[in-house]
């Protein structure tokens, strides 16, 4: 049986620099190209996650969350950043349901334990049991607790890593707003079709020179990121795209060649 990881980016779902601000109309072609896509993939399990775009990073970096939660203000900020990513989770959740996908969100705070950013127990009985259901597990970047830093973050790229333990996916969707990755950036005008093991050494000397901004050092950590889960699941291959273009992830879904594709050979 074919499993799917369906990432859509925080930047792509929400306005990254007006606090708290969803996309909604993007969101709602986003669920309905799923939506159609699913018709033409019977029996194919599809598990989706989401960034956390304007939502919860500004909690999440006045207190240094990631970095650990000890006192009574930085678990104040634990549980704003906690309230900002199920408030935007409450709204992906709805819109995809109104685009009939059967959805059932897993966060990662009410599951996962951590020790020192590391997962070291996770129940993962139910979300198994919605899948063999025929329904959508989404999940999303959130707090957890962990015995040695208290708290921290897991991002939706730390939850897709440790869920491929135990349910490696055959595709990775990584959807955002970027259409794949370029080897000029930031002129973007020339597109990387294909990263493998073999010319990742060649990619990483190109990109390299803008690894100063966040966009170019976010894909940096996609790509290595994908390129370390192929070693574990060699047969894995995971596609780096735009889904600001209408179709694109609609196409995606279906297999089509799209982006950017990280996979051996």
């Known amino acids: 049986m074919k499993r799917i990881y369906l990432k859509l980016g925080g930047s792509l ?31 194919v ?33 634990f549980t704003e950043v906690f309230r900002q990513a199920r408030e935007l989770n409450q709204i992906v959740l709805d819109i995809l349901s109104q685009a009939h996908l059967p959805v059932i969100a ?32 989404l999940v999303n970047g959130d707090v957890i607790f962990d015995r040695t830093r208290g708290g921290t973050i897991f991002s939706t790229e ?23 990755v370029y080897q000029d950036f930031p002129r973007c005008t020339h597109l990387i079709s294909t990263i493998t093991p073999d010319n990742q050494a060649e990619m990483f000397v190109t990109l390299g020179g803008s690894a ?19 070693e574990k699941i060699p047969a894995l291959r995971a596609v780096i795209f735009s889904g600001k273009i209408e179709g694109n992830l609609h196409s995606a879904l279906l297999g089509h060649s799209i982006g950017t594709t990280i996979r051996n050979g």
């Not at 970095?67 to 930085?74: K, L, Q, S, W």
Request: with cysteine.
């Open 212 to 230: 100063a901004t966040d966009v170019t050092g976010g894909m940096i950590e996609k790509v290595r990121l994908m390129l370390t889960l192929l």
């Open 13 to 43: 779902i929400t306005h990254k620099h007006r606090r708290r601000t969803p996309r909604r109309e993007a969101i709602r072609r986003l669920a309905s190209e799923i939506s159609m896509a699913m018709r033409n993939l019977p029996g």
């Open 158 to 180: 730390d939850v897709f890593v440790a869920l491929s333990n135990w349910l490696p996916p055959d595709l990775i969707l990584l959807c955002g707003m970027d259409e794949g």
């Open 45 to 77: 399990q599809l598990i989706i996650g989401h960034g956390s775009g304007s939502f919860g990073h500004v909690p999440a970096s006045k207190y240094g969350t990631r970095r650990g939660v000890h006192t009574p203000e930085e678990w104040q900020g």
């Open 106 to 137: 897993f966060p990662p705070s009410a599951c996962i334990q951590a020790d020192d950013g590391q997962v070291s127990s996770w129940n993962l009985d139910p979300l198994c049991s919605a899948l063999q259901a025929g329904l959508i597990p």
